[in-house]
């Protein structure tokens, strides 16, 4: 588990934490502007950037009526708000593998500093309260499901920035969303257009192509950031234990298990959990494995556990599985390769916009100490490191290296930064896709390699 790997790593970084040098406060690159976004070839639709042109290269064709155009994910003017001053902009020094391209994750660790949880959350704030009133609170209380699609990463960004700081303004504002979505949800039987009329409650897409329809990729997309903020709750004793906070845990937790892994099991689980594609069946074995460790029902934990191996080892409807798919990659012995349709191992593989959502579940997965190992970790953080961004400005389109990329990284890929510290210090730098998702989790890389992450 990370935690006892945390507190061994801990202890041996405590001299180097210690000896940190005091800089002046951290200050990144300024906030891209509102762009154009790549299309998303293979289901879920990821904002993107104009700094990096697509040269034109082939996709792959969707495989589902849900797969389309990424909409924006609005890029908010600065906030009004002023952060509180940080009390410690001294970046943190921690132990990171050296950069050489074979042997990154793997070869003796060197001292690098990084910016300071601190510092993180003074850019978060900076952009917190314009992106709350211009994007995600009004996505909250919409009746549109795909309008969930964007909420996610203020779902996912007030969370990682609860996690690193330990500030309940963060956990709030996450659950004020989450709130207003379920507060929001109709019975299928009066959605006029649904295509169930079964009675478990829910939403319909206002999307053209999905009109009234109820879309298990919307909902999906964002509820694997609901039961990892819930789990949150669970395991934070200083929340779970008090009233307000189990109050909302229960009343969404018991939503959770019933209308949305219920509801969509019920409906069909080779079609709406053990998805076309990677990416797409991702989110069920994050939303399952999240739920397996809340549960407190033997029933509902073995039923939660069968998806999340199916996706992990045996998917019942391909003849693949996340782990089948993984293979040595053909230009870096040291990373890995994969492609987003099940059973092909053919080059350019994975597109890395939707290579994102991949990966926020793995990270999370390992550090539950389910499946996936530090050896999977180093191999993912080299795939990034080395393959996907080989330089400051150079992103490419596919897992393979291959394609010119937008360098959008926040949705999953980023996360990798907690095992790396040298990965983290590119990420300071990293000019695509600042917002509170990039910062919240860019704080919680930062508290979780100052606690000993680092593989």
């Not at 992106?131 to 699609?149: A, N």
């Not at 207003?180 to 478990?200: E, T």
């Not at 599985?321 to 012995?333: C, D, F, I, M, Y």
Request: hydrophobic share 35%; charged share 20%; aromatic share 10%.
């Amino acid at each position: 588990m990370l935690e006892s790997r945390r507190r061994n790593s801990g202890r041996a970084l405590s001299s180097l934490l210690s000896l940190a040098l005091l800089v002046g406060g951290a200050c990144g690159p300024n906030p891209e502007q509102d762009n154009a976004n790549t299309a998303s070839p293979n289901g879920d639709n990821t904002p993107g950037s104009t700094e990096v042109t697509d040269p034109g290269s082939e996709v792959l064709a969707p495989s589902s009526p849900e797969e389309v155009a990424a909409v924006p994910y609005p890029e908010a003017e600065e906030a009004q708000e002023a952060p509180a001053t940080p009390d410690a902009d001294a970046p943190a020094a921690v132990e990171a593998p050296a950069t050489t391209e074979e042997n990154l994750g793997t070869t003796a660790q060197a001292a690098v500093s990084l910016r300071t949880v601190a510092a993180w959350e003074t850019l978060f704030l900076n952009r917190w309260n314009s992106e709350h009133t211009s994007s995600f609170l009004p996505k909250s209380k919409s009746l549109d499901s795909w309008q969930f699609y964007d909420l996610a990463y203020g779902v996912d960004g007030n969370t990682a920035m609860y996690r690193a700081t330990g500030k309940t303004q963060y956990m709030d504002r996450a659950l004020l969303y989450v709130n207003n979505m379920v507060n929001n949800a109709k019975s299928s039987k009066l959605l006029p257009r649904s295509q169930f009329k079964d009675g478990y409650m829910g939403w319909a897409s206002a999307r053209s192509d999905t009109v009234g329809q109820e879309v298990p990729l919307f909902e999906s997309y964002c509820w694997r950031y609901v039961t990892r903020m819930l789990r949150t709750i669970r395991e934070t004793p200083a929340l779970y234990n008090n009233s307000n906070y189990k109050s909302q845990y229960d009343k969404l937790l018991a939503f959770t298990e019933k209308n949305m892994f219920e509801k969509w099991n019920k409906r069909g689980a080779n079609s709406y959990l053990y998805r076309v594609n990677t990416h797409m069946a991702s989110h069920w074995a994050y939303i399952a494995m999240d739920l397996s460790l809340m549960t407190t029902d033997a029933t509902k934990k073995a039923t939660y556990m069968t998806v999340f191996n199916n996706i992990n080892r045996d998917m019942p409807n391909n003849t693949s599985s996340l782990r089948g798919q993984l293979q040595t990659s053909p230009v870096n012995a040291s990373a890995y390769f994969w492609a987003a349709e099940w059973g092909s191992k053919k080059r350019p593989g994975q597109d890395v916009a939707h290579g994102n959502g991949v990966m926020a579940y793995l990270v999370e997965a390992h550090d539950a100490g389910m499946e996936w190992t530090d050896a999977d970790m180093r191999k993912f953080v080299v795939t990034l490191n080395n393959v996907i961004w080989p330089s400051a400005k150079k992103y490419s389109m596919y897992v393979d290296g291959t394609g010119s990329g937008t360098g959008w990284f926040n949705d999953g890929l980023m996360k990798l930064g907690r095992y790396n510290a040298t990965l983290q210090q590119r990420l300071e730098s990293h000019s695509v896709g600042q917002n509170t998702q990039f910062y919240g989790n860019a704080a919680l890389n930062a508290k979780l390699l100052s606690q000993g992450s680092a593989l």
